[in-house]
């Protein structure tokens, strides 16, 4: 999850592997490895020593993934602006409306601690250029007019999915491009990111102005097209990471991916080989699970930045009734949904003072992220709402410093695994925080249930953080 000492957030499977053999407690290496020797190089991209100078810019994979980052995060909320209009124009069901927004969320509790080992099984930028190009065929089809609700959340599901092992492939790749420079690199991603949500949201909320949402869905379809093309021109290929430390057919920390990649090596098909890859698939869910719980400080970090999450982003799932009852429009829809990034964004200021803190900082950040939004019972106009969810955003920084405590205590080589099941709680957790949104906002007004959310999630935050630091 996390900024430590090294990074904002953590590498994903297969960065730095090491020996299956070595203890569990081992702690995390200074620098990640050298990439691989089998690299092959793309038009215009250069080799990480001619850069290593210059800031995390000056590196071409590095401007390349972010910027394939950008477009795709991009892409993902512009999905989800046009989708919560459409539904919401369709049925005028806050419930539907929800349950739509939910279901961007919910599909990472397979595709997170399920799919993420493909990032060390596959070739990474294939994998990302593949997931893309899928993503894009999904998103055109989402455009056809009339397309019946349930095939269009049906393929909501599948674009989702398919954004695990994206994000997991991508997260890999990034020590290995920026090394010296990961820490400033991961920076620049966070801020690319934030950036992003709001362009999507902002940007979006424009375009229905004058577009319908089916032909909004168009520009994201080409967006995660554009990344497919960057990424295949841009970026080296490397070897799959189980080809790099031979460990395919090895047990311990990386039994798992042996597992699946030695079903394919020697044969076996039909039942048998699915079965040992869905085997090794749930060892990498169990792995990342039990890295997480049997250390004290990464567990509150986690549980932290789960139920925050979960309760701060209640004011996105209802900005369609909630924009509505303000008498705005898909502007302020989607400026609603734009809010919290941007408060996100400004407290990169400040983000480095924050988690040089480490745990001390939870317990404020997390009442910063979630209180101001016990505001909304008091139903206060349009401005002052924004003003609310954007300090909300602010105190989400707490996400950053909980990295920095993921990331100096969980050892390299099962620190994917332990980002796939970190990811997927954070995803699933907003994904049913949604749900439950969605169906108190039918018989309830949504100033109602966010402000209750926010009463909520500062008394969780509370207990989280005060039980932590006793038995500490």
Do not use: K
């Amino acid at each position: 999850m996390a900024d430590g000492r090294r990074a904002p957030s953590p590498p994903a499977p297969g960065s730095a592997p090491h020996p299956a053999h070595e203890p569990a407690h081992e702690p995390a290496d200074p620098a990640p490895e050298p990439a691989s020797e089998t690299a092959t190089e793309p038009a215009g991209a250069t080799s990480h020593g001619s850069a290593v100078r210059g800031g995390a810019l000056r590196l071409p994979e590095f401007r390349a993934l972010a910027v394939a980052g950008l477009l795709s995060a991009t892409g993902d909320q512009l999905a989800r602006v046009a989708l919560s209009v459409l539904v919401y124009d369709r049925t005028s069901s806050a419930l539907l409306t929800a349950l739509t927004y939910a279901l961007t969320f919910l599909p990472a509790v397979l595709g997170g601690p399920l799919l993420s080992g493909l990032a060390d099984r596959r070739p990474r930028r294939r994998l990302m250029v593949g997931a893309n190009l899928l993503q894009a065929l999904a998103m055109a089809a989402m455009a056809v007019p009339r397309l019946p609700l349930g095939l269009l959340l049906g393929l909501l599901v599948v674009v989702n999915v398919l954004a695990a092992p994206f994000n997991a492939a991508r997260a890999a790749l990034m020590p290995d491009v920026t090394r010296d420079r990961y820490v400033s690199a991961l920076v620049v991603d966070r801020t690319l990111q934030q950036t992003a949500q709001v362009l999507g949201f902002v940007g979006t909320g424009l375009l229905l102005l004058v577009l319908s949402p089916s032909t909004a869905l168009i520009g994201d379809a080409a967006s995660f097209l554009a990344s497919a093309v960057l990424l295949r021109g841009w970026v080296l290929e490397r070897a799959p990471a189980t080809a790099l430390d031979g460990a395919a057919g090895s047990v311990g920390a990386v039994g798992a991916v042996g597992a699946t990649g030695a079903a394919g090596a020697t044969g076996v098909t039909g039942a048998a080989g699915r079965r040992s890859r869905v085997g090794g698939a749930l060892h990498d869910a169990s792995l990342g699970t039990s890295t997480i719980w049997r250390d004290p400080r990464v567990r509150q970090a986690v549980l932290v930045t789960w139920v925050v999450s979960a309760f701060a982003i209640v004011p996105e799932a209802l900005a369609a009734p909630y924009a509505r009852t303000l008498t705005g429009g898909p502007l302020l829809v989607a400026l609603l949904m734009a809010a919290n990034p941007v408060g996100n964004v400004v407290s990169g200021l400040w983000a480095r003072r924050w988690s040089s803190r480490g745990e001390r900082a939870l317990g404020p950040l997390a009442q910063l992220a979630v209180l101001p939004l016990a505001f909304c019972l008091l139903r206060p106009p349009a401005s002052v709402v924004l003003g609310l969810v954007g300090l909300s955003g602010v105190g989400m920084t707490v996400s950053l410093v909980a990295r920095t405590v993921f990331v100096a205590n969980i050892p390299t080589r099962v620190r994917g695994r332990a980002f796939g099941v970190a990811a997927a709680g954070i995803t699933v957790s907003q994904g049913v925080a949604v749900a439950i949104a969605g169906a108190a906002a039918s018989p309830l007004a949504p100033s109602t249930v966010i402000g209750a959310a926010g009463l909520v999630g500062s008394a969780a935050a509370v207990v989280l953080t005060t039980a932590t630091r006793v038995r500490a």
